[in-house]
């Protein structure tokens, strides 16, 4: 496989990940408030802004999870807690732990 091919599945699957499979994180553990759930998991995304403040903004080859001061392991560790609240607070940790395993994913797996 080329290169240019591994690439474009990289960010099929990255972006797969980070906007279509919270769907189905949503229809299976909140199926009564699958909509609200989903916006609230795409609003995790905003973890991203950090991206702003690294010089390039996007590096391929370079981990976002250590790299990002939303994406630290002292981030993590505090979107780990959140998981013991109810609610809302529950549903965005869900959304931000899956959002670092996703970016974990797209650089162990794919990249090199």
């Known amino acids: 496989m080329e ?6 599945i990289r960010t099929f699957v990255h972006y797969f990940l980070h906007f279509v499979f919270p769907v189905f994180i949503a229809l299976i553990f909140y199926r009564k408030t699958w909509k609200k759930t989903y916006i609230i998991l795409l609003a995790t995304m905003l973890v991203d802004l950090d991206h702003l403040f ?13 790299f990002h001061f939303l994406h630290s392991y002292y981030a993590i560790a505090v979107y780990f807690l959140m998981l013991f609240f109810k609610g809302n607070i529950r549903i965005i940790a869900i959304g931000l732990l899956f959002h670092m395993l996703t970016d974990l994913q797209d650089f162990y797996c794919w990249s090199h």
Do not use: K
């Open 3 to 8: 290169h240019s091919d591994i690439a474009l």
């Open 54 to 66: 690294a010089d390039p903004v996007f590096d391929p080859d370079r981990a976002s999870v250590g």
